[in-house]
């Protein structure tokens, strides 16, 4: 049961049970950033879902190839044939040489990445570092006859192609409706028809990013690159393609066009797309200039925030919603999920001290099927969220004598915690990996609150309250609760 | 004087002053790692020489752009034209994509560069992403007719370009030298002369790393990627290139007759080559079998270490001697460094809590100018480190009140310090990094201490015994001292 993996392919529009092509092998591809401009929120986003996917498939012993790219070239403002490539315009604002600015952001990128314990991907292709590949799948096409040179410039021939095969499949848009909503954009009458879409652009004389070709000195479409390296390093037909919901037309509508024309054969198996993180209601992007970056968010430092926020609960904040449901982003929000997330991980230790029984009025493998159950339900996260707060009051009633646990349960039980919380959804204890000096810390704090118990059942109120003060000499609080006394710093 | 930095050019033997060819702007191209397996200490020192000469720059305003390559592709076992790929070897032996290889490498470099506080270099280019740009050399040279196709490979002709030029003024070795030393392997034969060397090799049928040329499918020399990415990112003519001595023939030798005999002019001004770390009198290297890797220093998992070391205490080592010199690796040698490294760190703290007074006894500006004058004398870090130790005992001398420093002396004597030790030397407090808890931990052993006493006073051994019981239990140990209990962690 645990093996078989449902999941939501936009491209039949329904849920399929997901079969690799080589089994134990899964070939996964994502796109990646356009390294011009800090991580956001709407970065993060893609980036844990397809995390979840990874971990998830290598905890079921599959062996997965995971390779999300960084877009370094060829993608023009607008998202569209022409204008200026983002990376150029960012370098030459600055001054530099645009793959400094694709080294920079690459780094910063990759440092959130890591923050958010975002795991890194098997091979992470720079699209400048494909031209040569990109260059081969062009003349492909060429040769297949779904593409045209127009002056050193090649379009793909939509129009023809979608007559042998279907433009439109992916995103469900008719081609005529594409054409509709295409704009016409200075320098489009190069194209028979203004959905076809640019393989090869020459360069303009004050172009940067340019490469020889035998076409012109110029340089990819923003399109292909993906397929070209999807296919180099996952096979012509490979298992499944992520993205953002965003990116489905016209790029990776575009994506399957190219592969097919050039190969002739099925492109990706199954398409999994996130949806967005809005605010009110409006999606948060660079271009739409309503996003808050991830570091604003780690320091607190946008005037929408109250507070700093850790990359875990923002993680955390992610995964309350199903990949596929958009998340409307707010303050109130944020400091629900850091509350959830403290429960959840304050369990986990609870349950690391648990003392088992000779017993159990416990059902742990019930919660453990469930919690299966809904992760390979197209990676049901909220679902799998809620199963583990009922595992949480599970615990707690544990602790306090309400309910008992064998031992066999109970290793059962932190099994189950240990693999989904840290292992699937990446969850991490925050302040162990901020310092390597928690352990040392929580046991000096225990024997600490210990000797205050010690003192309140004593009547010594001149120890316990000289532990107080003390604690909040070093900005450390005490509150007494049902489970006893918990403690937390203060700023 | 300041900004006038003397640097030995191994192409003049002999020291020269630095005159950058735009100024404030300098260009530095630097050999970075083959990546098919971890770092180890040979690649630290050529990391670190070179992170302080971009530093230095740095600090004195200097605009620099940093290029420092990884190496995915050609560089064939025992360095020469034949044999496997050492990647693609890897990638066969452990049966995954050579471009996963390269990732997890290229990840695990950046982790321990990271841990030794290199900063990244402003560009980090891969020779698997410019395939285009030395397909692109290659023709040049055969235009410029130096060099010659044979079954679909390409070979520079070493000894036509030598009656031109002169292969062999970076090394200093004649090419009659040369010719007698290289080692005549399978396969040589298509060469014209055995000193020649491949710039496009034809691949095998087993050959994984691939791409189309005129010539052949196939794949670059491994000389060939860094004259290319070195032009590309700097210039055909660009002041400085860096790399460890080891590099000098046939590489470095090689990359001037490749770039020369494509441009016709220069290529590198300044030629800057740090020695080698020996262990016994032997390079260090991988090939030879004989390397600690830096996470075996970092843990002390190695035999030939007494404990674990930290980045900074490696780093401190290396920058203990000049970096043309050779480093003779020893246990005894790295706990000298770490003990000299806690001094000088110590003294930085000392530095900030110093007192002025109204006159100083001593002269900061001679021991300021000094320094500078050591760094700018072709980056002599031992000298610097050496001055920086004749200020520890002044700044102890003031702390015991033996020397006195006005308001603006200590001021200059902090910049000094901190410029020095954290910006030049990047070096850091270590334990600082470490652990952001320390001052919650003495915080809390100090209220626990006290509890410990008053129990003790009050003759209660049972709370005494419980917190001597309850520390042992996370590894603390309390000692009664003449000046009171002190406590510490064991192992």
């Given amino acids: 049961m645990e093996n078989s993996i449902s999941l939501y392919n936009t491209l039949t529009r329904k849920k399929e ?31 844990i879902t397809f ?47 645009p793959m400094e600015i694709v080294q920079y952001y690459t780094n910063r990128y990759h440092k959130n990445m890591e923050q958010l314990n975002v795991l890194p991907p098997s091979i992470e292709p720079h699209a400048s570092g494909h031209i040569i590949e990109q260059i081969d799948m062009i003349k492909k096409i060429l040769t297949a006859g779904y593409a045209y040179e127009k002056n050193g410039s090649v379009y793909f021939d939509v129009v023809k192609y979608d007559k042998d095969h279907n433009y439109g499949k992916l995103s469900g848009r008719s081609i005529e409706e594409a054409l509709e909503n295409t704009r016409t954009l200075a320098g489009q009458a190069e194209k028979n028809n203004q959905v076809d879409f640019a393989l090869w652009k020459k360069a303009s004389p004050e172009h940067i990013m340019r490469w020889p070709s035998p076409w012109s000195d110029g340089f990819p479409g923003w399109h292909l690159e993906c397929s070209v390296m999807g296919c180099k390093y996952l096979g012509e037909t490979f298992d499944i393609h992520g993205g953002g919901m965003d990116l489905i037309f016209p790029h990776h509508e575009s994506e399957i066009a190219q592969a097919v024309a050039a190969n002739g054969k099925d492109h990706v198996r199954y398409w999994m797309h996130n949806n967005m993180i809005t605010i009110d209601g409006q999606k948060m992007g660079k271009s739409l200039n309503n996003f808050i970056t991830l570091d604003e968010f780690f320091s607190g430092s946008h005037q929408a925030l109250s507070q700093a926020y850790s990359p875990i609960t923002i993680r955390f904040f992610i995964l309350q919603a199903h990949y596929r449901s958009t998340v409307d982003f707010s303050n109130d929000a944020l400091v629900a999920a850091e509350k959830g997330m403290t429960r959840m991980l304050t369990a986990v230790e609870t349950l690391a001290a648990l003392e088992p029984s000779e017993k159990s009025t416990v059902d742990v493998n019930a919660l453990r099927k469930k919690c299966y159950k809904a992760m390979s339900d197209d990676f049901n996260s909220p679902v799998v969220i809620a199963h583990l707060f009922d595992g949480v009051k599970m615990i707690n009633s544990i602790k306090d004598g309400k309910e008992q646990i064998t031992t066999a349960d109970l290793e059962v039980l932190r099994k189950l915690y240990n693999d989904f919380v840290f292992d699937i959804l990446g969850l991490r204890m925050e302040t162990k990996e901020a310092s390597g000096n928690d352990e040392v810390v929580d046991g000096l704090m225990e024997l600490i609150l210990d000797m205050r118990k010690q003192a309140k059942e004593n009547k010594d109120w001149g120890t316990a309250d000289k532990i107080r003060d003390g604690l909040k000499s070093i900005k450390i609080e005490v509150k007494d609760t049902r489970e006893g006394a918990v403690w937390n710093t203060i700023d």
């Fill in 51 to 97: 995390d979840i996917v990874f971990r998830y498939f290598q905890h079921l012993d599959y062996k997965v190839r995971y390779v999300r790219n960084i877009t370094d070239v060829g993608h023009l403002e607008n998202d569209a044939d022409e204008g200026e490539d983002k990376i150029a315009k960012k370098a030459r604002l600055e001054q530099l040489e």
């Fill in 17 to 47: 049970n997901f079969e690799p092509l080589n089994p134990p092998h899964v070939g996964l591809y994502v796109c990646g950033p356009t390294v011009y401009g800090d991580a956001h929120l709407g970065h993060a986003r893609p980036a």
